[in-house]
């Protein structure tokens, strides 16, 4: 059975950091894109950051890029999304995905399909 777990959200000020990870089981980091996603109130999801399963490649939107960093490790099967420098308008629910098709990686699209995490809720005060 796939599974993704995220963990890490919480509560930040303007400017801090956080680490969020998703443990993933039932396949192995070599099998699927992995993306990060998030949706705030009243929004759509939206694309934060991708891993491709072939070379590593991350890719971020532009909201993000500079600031948060994608990351994996293939011996835990476990993606992490380091957030720095965090702003009020990051707050969101994040998810992680698995088995995103690789032009919507790159783009940093949302895919409704593949296998989605519960999520882990992010907020930044100012």
């Known amino acids: 059975e796939v599974q993704l777990v995220e963990s890490g959200g919480g509560l930040a000020q303007a400017g801090e950091s956080l680490r969020l990870s998703c443990a993933v089981s039932g396949f192995t980091l070599d099998d699927y894109n992995i993306g990060w996603f998030r949706q705030a109130p009243g929004k759509g999801r939206e694309g934060v950051s991708c891993?491709?399963?072939?070379?590593?490649?991350?890719y971020y939107s532009a909201s993000v890029k500079g600031r948060f960093t994608a990351s994996s490790d293939n011996a835990k099967n476990t993606v992490f999304l380091q957030m720095n420098n965090l702003k009020p308008e990051d707050t969101a629910v994040y998810f992680c995905?698995?088995?995103?098709?690789?032009?919507?990686?790159?783009?940093?699209?949302?895919?409704?399909?593949?296998?989605w995490g519960q999520g882990t809720q992010v907020t930044v005060s100012s």
């Open positions: 891993i491709l399963s072939t070379d590593g490649s991350t």
């Open positions: 995905a698995a088995d995103i098709p690789t032009a919507y990686c790159s783009g940093n699209w949302y895919y409704p399909g593949g296998y």
